[in-house]
């Protein structure tokens, strides 16, 4: 059963993060034999209700997962709002893996010394940017403005930071400096930018999207332009080293389903997109429209690779806005068992440096 879960409250949000703070070129040959059945295990997987987790809802919606998992293993779902969030239920064991952002994975790892998971996959690049109000033209404009993100500590969060501190525009934790940088739920900022309450807001996509065609503003900055080749990751796979540790092969599996999903949404572009948000619908209670969809799909690119330099980068981000203490990020990622899973199909591995 899916459970839609709410972002936490902005001061044990704040304490997580204060405290923790190319793509694989695809072939035509895929692994379609699913590891020898073990088990029963239940596995809880989490992802969000956004596009930049398409990875995710396709596999989930398609059966990809159910499929590649096993008869002996069961697929329990849970959706989030924002990557703290997803933390919280990683740390409380109510979800063994999850799709989410590198800032909060980041924050996991820090916060438990390297203990409570690992990265084991990237999932998406791209669709995430600051859209605007159309009388706002340069980041100067900013000053005195109130901007939204998804949650305080979220990788839009410390985007959003790391940008005005480039140019010269202070921010801090609790919404002053320069620019008031404001959290609040996605599904809420189309609601506040046409009212007028934000003035812009640094999303994921559909709601990049979403601002643009539905609330008449325009991208100010497209994330992809301030990362050497356009490549950062957006979304990555990340799972309990407890439930690594006692389930290897269930594990083994769930990157068998995530290569397999990004597969499938890779070659059948329309459909998935269709897919997706059938998806989307089913958790939020209302479908995109055909027009968001496709527009939030071009600025996406899915692929295995969890883009280890640009998740480091995003680190150095948030240490300097003042979210996340110094950590050794040596240890985070284990890919090994992706490799493999990729070297079966005959798809390019991928690396965490």
Same mark, same amino acid.
């Not at 969000?48 to 990875?55: G, I, M």
């Not at 934000?198 to 979403?210: F, K, L, T």
């Not at 992809?224 to 356009?230: A, I, S, V």
């Given at each position: ?149 998804? #949650? ?22 609790? =919404? ?7 959290? !609040? ?29 539905? =609330? =008449? ?56 997109? !269709? ?40 680190? #150095? ?37």
């Amino acid at each position: 059963m899916r459970k839609l879960l709410g972002p936490t409250s902005l001061l044990l949000v704040a304490a997580l993060s204060l405290a923790a703070c190319g793509s694989s070129k695809k072939s035509s040959a895929t692994a379609t034999t699913a590891p020898k059945d073990t088990g029963p295990v239940t596995l809880n997987l989490g992802y969000f209700p956004n596009v930049t987790h398409a990875t995710a809802i396709a596999g989930v919606e398609k059966g990809i997962f159910a499929k590649d998992l096993g008869t002996n293993v069961t697929l329990k779902t849970a959706t989030f709002n924002a990557g703290p969030a997803a933390v919280e239920a990683l740390f409380s064991g109510a979800i063994d893996a999850t799709y989410i952002g590198p800032n909060p994975a980041i924050n996991a790892w820090s916060q438990s010394n390297g203990t409570a998971i690992k990265i084991i996959s990237g999932a998406t690049s791209g669709g995430a940017a600051l859209v605007v109000k159309p009388t706002i033209t340069s980041a100067a404009d900013l000053k005195g403005k109130k901007i939204a993100t998804p #949650q305080l500590g979220n990788t839009q969060d410390v985007a959003l930071r790391a940008y005005l501190k480039d140019k010269g525009l202070k921010t801090d934790a609790s =919404g002053g400096g320069d620019v008031n940088i404001v959290p !609040q739920d996605n599904s809420q900022t189309l609601d506040t930018f046409k009212a007028g309450s934000i003035d812009g807001a640094w999303v994921p996509e559909p709601w990049v999207s979403r601002l643009v065609l539905d =609330g =008449g503003g325009k991208v100010l900055v497209d994330e992809k332009t301030l990362w050497p080749e356009g490549k950062f990751v957006t979304t990555l796979l990340v799972v309990r080293q407890a439930f690594l540790k006692a389930h290897p092969d269930v594990v083994k599996r769930l990157l068998q389903g995530q290569v397999d999903a990004n597969d499938y949404v890779n070659k059948n572009g329309t459909e998935a997109q !269709q897919v997706v948000n059938e998806g989307i619908g089913k958790i939020t209670g209302k479908k995109l429209s055909d027009a968001v969809i496709a527009a939030a799909w071009k600025n996406l690119s899915f692929t295995n690779d969890p883009l280890a330099s640009s998740l480091k980068t995003s680190a #150095q981000h948030a240490q300097d806005a003042g979210l996340l203490k110094p950590v050794n990020l040596t240890g985070i990622f284990d890919v090994t068992t992706l490799n493999n899973v990729l070297k079966a199909a005959k798809e390019d591995t991928v690396t965490a440096s």
